[in-house]
């Protein structure tokens, strides 16, 4: 199913899961489109023709906007490509200036422990998360440029059970390498083609943004023997793959 950013231009439009309702093959109706009035979103429109599937995600959303411009989702921010560094108090305090915090939470991996160089924080009302994201949305945090932006719609129930499969077919080792500065295009399956080429390689994946299926620009690549480890990162570190210049060294 599209997407709504993929039919409305306003980059901070908050995303929803939706139920598909029934509609005719072709259509003509409204696109709602938002405008900010008296701190919450007021929905306007224009009309063009739209597929049914593309009429289901805009009008279902809408009415989940407009019923209900307060809630979690609508509060929750994105914030990526911050330092290793940084720390739930410290990002707190740096969001704080911009707009009141409810939580902040620097998302750490699970094997590694090393900080995934993003976070979420939940801002105490829409406008808190709007100003958030209009002050900080390309600043630098330590030298580096931080993307910020309201969360993304929930994944689909069939596209989050791919997912768990895929993470819990991963084969922790103790002889894995890390993988940074992936394309956004590459999947569990070429990454592990790529590190066969070198030793035997376990397993792989490729980390996602939680909640989505967007890559979070890493992942790992698990081996049977410290050797095979060194390999991988003297053939590999460095290297382009997918058009990028990854980084690899040991998990």
């Known amino acids: 199913m599209a997407t709504i950013s ?37 929905l306007t429109s224009s009309y ?8 289901q995600r805009v009008s279902a959303v809408a009415e989940e906007v407009a019923a209900d411009p307060s809630s979690k989702a609508a509060r929750r921010v994105y914030i990526g490509n911050i330092p290793r560094t940084v720390d739930n108090a410290e990002l707190t305090k740096i969001v704080e200036e911009h707009g009141a915090v409810e939580k ?10 090393r900080s995934r160089r993003f976070a979420f924080v939940t801002a105490k009302t829409v406008e808190d998360a709007n100003s958030i994201v209009e002050k900080l949305n390309g600043t ?13 719609k929930p994944l689909l129930q069939a596209d989050v059970s791919l997912l768990q499969a895929e993470e819990s077919q991963f084969i922790d080792s ?35 943004v939680p909640g989505t299926s967007k890559s979070s620009g890493f992942g790992f690549v698990s081996f049977s023997s410290e050797e095979d480890v060194e390999a991988a990162i003297s053939s590999f570190n460095n290297t382009l793959f997918e058009g990028q210049r990854i980084r690899v060294n040991k998990a």
Do not use: C, W
């Open 6 to 42: 993929s039919l409305l231009s306003p980059p901070n439009l908050l995303h929803h899961h939706t139920k598909p309702i029934k509609a005719a093959p072709k259509l003509s109706l409204q696109i709602l489109k938002p405008t900010q009035f008296q701190g919450f979103q007021k």
């Open 48 to 55: 063009m023709i739209l597929t049914p599937r593309h009429s």
């Open 104 to 113: 902040a939470e620097v998302m750490f991996d699970k094997y590694s422990g």
């Open 140 to 152: 630098e945090i330590g030298g580096r440029e931080i993307k910020v932006n309201i969360t993304e």
């Open 174 to 208: 103790p002889h894995k390498v890390y993988v940074g500065n992936l394309g956004k295009e590459v999947t569990t399956d070429t990454l592990k083609t790529l590190f066969s080429e070198k030793g035997k390689v376990l397993s792989a994946k490729v980390s996602r």
